[in-house]
């Protein structure tokens, strides 16, 4: 290889890389904007798109602003409920689609990709017509937010569940079977826990999916005010710096779960 | 263990069933919708008159909007396309042992909510703020000119928001690439241009077709975009969707929409997957 063709080579190389650490950085400005935003002093001005000052008040008075936290607790309740009811529901329906033949599977592999491919403004506004067309208009709330988010986490709790499952080597469980395990023991001692992270991973999306759904929880919600739709009121008349605080806060949990997780399946080479 | 046909039907039924009544069935609760009679309220019920002239109407009134939602996302889903192709490749090919770690960072923005990340946007291309000022003294912007309220802040913040979902289909396909394939190109004295426009790139084709649909769907139906980035004069279908239904209670219009929305998506996108030849996206 000739020096100029391996100095081209270089170059070549580090462009690429140096131009995939600007797009990097190019999606974490915002992440950086929020985490500073959230130390912010705007206690002598209204204008909220500006630096003013630094402070620990917005951390240490984080429920100050009206309804925020009650609207924190909100998104966090209807989270931990659909995440467990989708979970449920969509890690028995990727056991049906894997493990089981039966009439209309493939009718339902298609379906359940369906929601994920459906822009939320059509999935949000249908889901009303129904609750108006079924007479539950003006009964809308803490259950009809409920259906929608289970709906739409079911699919990716399917999907990553099936994706688990179908990876898994049906050796151990033919050896687990050949050593006079009975069925039910074999799937508790071996399928199960196998399955496990792909059920964990998949209420994790579901939880963090539901929590930041806004589109779809707007159209449906009534009265009732989830964390996305108080940002979203608050933008009206200027955010509360709390709101950033609170950002940092889910930054933080979800990046420590991640990288915990990381460090864990290192550790143990699967 | 594919055995007993009735236990895959049970543990199907319960999703089967949400799915049905709260996805399939209000598909039809809305093509109903859009054809209410307009004189109907939420309170004192909506007729079902097969009022036709909805449709009529909507693309009358809203055509702009509806214009705008399938442009601004074709234009962001091109952006994002080059943008996170390069992000993809370079983790797939040049990233080494920082690959896993680098595809955290892909998705950790994520990890907080998306409006706040689309408020942050609005202070980064605030008038008085870095960008703007460097824009402006660059000439690239007039002395008075802004970014915020223009369809440049829109699709900025679209492809800001959609990129993850550019990126990771992206990176799904390169990373299977054998780079046996490409070395052979190169041996065959093909230069590492037309090594990667002969092999790598035709190769990448089907994460590209999935990442064009899986960002251009939903930004197509976005309005937090537009309302947080944009002004009136930048409204997409989707703003227009939510404050019929929100603020009018003008249900059949909304659902008319809504209907036509949906419909110009499924069209574009199956029409995009014959073009682009990939049947086996799922």
């Known amino acids: 290889m000739s020096g100029l063709r391996r100095v081209r080579r270089f170059i070549g190389d580090h462009v690429v890389l140096a131009g995939g650490i600007l797009v990097l950085a190019y999606m974490f400005l915002p992440i950086a904007i929020v985490m500073l935003m959230s130390f912010n002093d705007n206690s002598h001005s209204r204008n909220v798109y500006a630096f003013r000052g630094f402070t620990w008040n917005n951390w240490t008075g984080v429920c100050k602003p009206d309804g925020m936290c009650q609207s924190v607790l909100l998104s966090i309740e209807i989270g931990a409920l659909a995440t467990v009811v989708a979970t449920i529901l969509g890690t028995l329906a990727a056991f049906a689609l894997v493990r089981h033949e039966f009439r209309g599977r493939s009718i339902m592999n298609t379906v359940i990709f369906l929601p994920m491919a459906s822009p939320e403004i059509v999935m949000g506004s249908s889901l009303l017509a129904l609750f108006v067309a079924s007479g539950f208009g003006g009964r809308l709330g803490f259950v009809t937010i409920l259906i929608a988010h289970v709906m739409f986490c079911l699919s990716f709790v399917i999907v990553t569940v099936k994706a688990r499952l179908s990876g898994l080597d049906q050796n151990l469980e033919q050896a687990a079977m050949d050593l006079y395990a009975s069925e039910s023991v074999t799937f508790w001692r071996v399928t199960f826990p196998l399955v496990l992270p792909g059920i964990a991973a998949a209420a994790m999306l579901s939880f963090s999916l539901s929590f930041d759904d806004f589109i779809i929880t707007n159209l449906n919600a009534g009265q009732r005010l989830t964390f996305p739709m108080f940002v979203w009121g608050a933008n009206q008349r200027g955010v509360p710096m709390q709101v950033n605080v609170i950002g940092t806060v889910m930054f933080l949990i979800s990046l420590l779960i991640v990288v915990g997780n990381m460090m864990a399946t290192r550790k143990k080479p699967a | ?282």
């Open chain 2, 1 to 282: 263990m594919r055995s007993r046909r009735l236990t895959g039907y049970w543990l199907m039924l319960p999703a089967a069933l949400w799915l049905a009544i709260f996805f399939v069935i209000p598909f039809y609760s809305l093509l109903a919708t859009s054809l209410y009679d307009p004189q109907g309220s939420v309170l004192t019920g909506y007729d079902v008159t097969y009022h036709f002239h909805n449709f009529v109407h909507v693309l009358q009134d809203f055509w702009g909007p509806l214009w705008r939602s399938l442009w601004y996302a074709a234009v962001a889903t091109a952006i994002c396309l080059v943008v996170g192709y390069l992000l993809a490749y370079a983790i797939a090919f040049k990233a080494g042992r920082w690959r896993n770690f680098l595809l955290v960072l892909v998705i950790a923005p994520f990890f907080t909510s998306f409006l706040i990340r689309t408020l942050s946007w609005k202070l980064i291309l605030a008038d008085d703020g870095f960008v703007v000022n460097s824009l402006q003294f660059l000439h690239i912007l007039g002395s008075d000119g802004r970014l915020l309220a223009t369809p440049v802040a829109v699709i900025a913040g679209l492809v800001y928001n959609f990129l993850p979902f550019m990126v990771l289909p992206l990176y799904a396909s390169l990373e299977k690439i054998d780079h046996r394939l490409i070395e052979a190109a190169g041996d065959l004295y093909a230069s590492p241009a037309r090594g990667f426009l002969k092999v790598t790139f035709p190769l990448s084709v089907p994460g590209a077709v999935a990442g064009t649909l899986l960002t251009f769907i939903p930004a197509a139906g976005d309005y937090i975009n537009a309302q947080l980035l944009g002004s009136p004069n930048q409204r997409m279908a989707g703003n227009v969707i939510q404050q019929l239904f929100t603020d009018t209670g003008d249900y059949a219009s909304a659902g008319a929409l809504s209907v036509i929305l949906m419909a110009i998506i499924v069209i574009l996108v199956m029409m995009y997957i014959r073009v682009a030849g990939t049947e086996d996206l799922v």
